[in-house]
C-alpha cells in the first residue's frame, strides 16, 4: 500500500505496509511495464511521475507506460 500526496511540485509517496491488489489492467500487462519493482524498490518509493511530465531516471524504481515510481522525493 502507497499513500500518494499531490503537492506543488508532483507527487509524493510513501510506502505504509505490504499489501497485494487485484491487478489493474494494463499494469499487470508486461507490454506495459518496463521495470517491475523489487520488494525492497517498492518499499523505497517517494514519489511517483507521469511520464509525460518527466521520463524515468536512474531513481526509478518501477517503470510503467504512463507512470513511474521513483526513489527520490519531490
Known amino acids: 500500500m502507497v499513500l500518494v ?8 509517496a510513501k510506502a505504509l505496509m505490504p499489501a497485494f491488489f487485484i491487478p489493474c489492467i494494463g499494469v499487470s500487462d508486461p507490454a506495459q511495464c518496463c521495470k517491475v519493482p523489487t520488494v525492497e524498490g517498492a518499499w523505497s518509493i517517494r514519489s511517483i511521475w507521469l511520464a509525460k511530465k518527466r521520463l524515468p531516471d536512474e531513481t526509478a524504481v518501477a517503470v510503467y507506460k504512463d507512470l513511474w515510481f521513483s526513489n527520490c522525493a519531490v
Open 5 to 12: 500526496t499531490r503537492t506543488d511540485e508532483g507527487y509524493a
